[in-house]
């Protein structure tokens, strides 16, 4: 299968649009495999700490640097974890949790 979703990179006076690969599903197997079933939170973070800066053609040191400034936009994310589990080679279903005394619906990832 092709990978149809996109990493958008913004820089100064420059704009590049590339796809996401095999190195971004690797890493989400790795880690769903390490660590079983994940909420969106409990994978993200650690995929952005966790060599996603590759797929920017960033350096493990400067992306570190990134992360440890605050750097966590999460949102492009979520199409290619939605696209991997349309091909099956992840599951996502939704689960309800009482935070806080409210209940709320959380994306679960697993393999």
Not at 48 to 76: C, K, S
Request: hydrophobic share 40%; net charge negative; glycine share 10%.
């Amino acid at each position: 299968m092709e990978y149809s979703c996109t990493l958008r990179k913004l820089t100064p006076g420059d704009a590049e649009i590339a796809k996401l690969d095999a190195v971004f599903e690797g890493h989400v197997k790795r880690l769903l495999g390490e660590k079983g079933e994940l909420d969106s939170y409990d994978l993200l973070i650690p995929l952005l700490r966790r060599g996603y800066g590759e797929a920017y053609g960033i350096e493990p040191d400067a992306w570190r640097m990134l992360v440890r400034l605050g750097y966590g936009d999460a949102n492009d994310l979520f199409e290619p974890l939605e696209q991997l589990a349309e091909w099956g080679r992840i599951r996502r279903h939704v689960e309800r949790r009482v935070e806080g005394g409210v209940t709320v619906p959380r994306v679960m990832w697993s393999l």
